[in-house]
């Protein structure tokens, strides 16, 4: 698989002797990495409207996946969570209201996303003695939880968490589509 972002802003510093724009440390520092911060320069790309090297990066993350879409966002996490939780809101599956089943350990935009759009989560507790950031959803635990309450519109889960744990996110798709 190609690395179309870093392919050129590594070739980007190979060839730019002088840097005349931002950001204002101009490619040197303190750090050691201040080269690779670039803004917006010819073929740099825009994210806001991808048409080559992060629509190329873009399209190398949706195969990696296999998502439908992959799209990078310029407002960090947060903001993406808000996004997804928009979306997923607007296209849910018919038959269902405002409730989303949520890991406990979910980050707070989440809770300030939910909010915002009026959307009840129904938390997914993890097991005693567990860490509450780690949070592991079994699938057995996920099953459980599916069978009692409103059904939701969808699950929201951290992983990898806040202490690197990585959950079977493939075993919980599984009960998910069952």
């Not at 996303?113 to 860490?131: F, H």
Request: hydrophobic share 35%.
């Amino acid at each position: 698989m190609s690395t179309p972002i870093c392919d050129f802003v590594l070739g980007y510093c190979e060839s730019v002797l002088l840097r005349l724009h931002m950001p204002g440390h101009k490619g040197r520092g303190e750090l050691g990495c201040e080269a690779l911060d670039i803004t917006e320069v010819p073929g740099a790309d825009d994210l806001a409207c991808p048409e080559g090297v992060i629509l190329e990066s873009e399209e190398n993350t949706t195969e990696l996946f296999g998502s439908r879409h992959s799209f990078y966002c310029t407002g960090g996490s947060s903001q993406c969570v808000k996004a997804m939780l928009h979306l997923a809101y607007l296209f849910r599956p018919e038959g269902t209201g405002n409730c989303i089943l949520a890991a406990r350990n979910a980050h707070k935009s989440f809770l300030h996303g939910c909010a915002l759009l009026g959307l009840e989560p129904r938390w997914l507790y993890p097991e005693a003695g567990t860490p509450l950031c780690s949070c592991p959803v079994s699938p057995a635990a996920l099953e459980r939880a599916l069978q009692t309450g409103e059904r939701p519109f969808a699950i929201y889960i951290t992983s990898p968490d806040y202490l690197g744990g990585v959950q079977d996110i493939s075993a919980l798709a599984e009960v998910c589509h069952r």
